[in-house]
């Protein structure tokens, strides 16, 4: 069974820092994406990072692009994101999800697994 477990959640002051943790499980993500997305109150979830598990490319939405930086861990199965820069809209529970690699990795629908969520609370 598959399991992604996201982590380092928490509350920070705008222009801080902060990195999350996915943790896989349950199969090989050889073929798959493994992307980061949110979902702030009142609004649509929406893409922040993905990267392509065996060739490390990465993808990231314009809002993201220069704060935040996706990488991957082979070995432990873990992906991060490190977020840096961090601005009050970037409040949101962060999702960490699995697809295969097919199509863009930047429509949720297509993911097939999703971790449970961990909040990022930024502070003006």
């Known amino acids: 069974q598959v399991q992604l477990v996201e982590s380092g959640g928490g509350l920070v002051q705008a222009g801080g820092s902060l990195r999350l943790s996915c943790a896989a499980s349950g199969r090989t993500f050889s073929n798959y994406f493994m992307g980061w997305f949110r979902q702030a109150p009142g609004k649509e979830r929406e893409f922040v990072a993905a990267?392509?598990?065996?060739?490390?490319?990465?993808y990231y939405a314009d809002s993201v692009k220069g704060r935040f930086t996706i990488s991957r861990d082979n070995a432990k199965n873990t992906m991060y994101l490190q977020m840096n820069s961090l601005k009050p809209e970037d409040t949101a529970v962060y999702y960490c999800?699995?697809?295969?690699?097919?199509?863009?990795?930047?429509?949720?629908?297509?993911?097939?697994?999703w971790g449970q969520g961990t909040q990022v609370t930024v502070s003006s």
């Open positions: 990267i392509n598990w065996s060739t490390g490319t990465p």
């Open positions: 999800g699995a697809k295969v690699v097919a199509g863009i990795p930047r429509d949720d629908r297509a993911y097939n697994y």
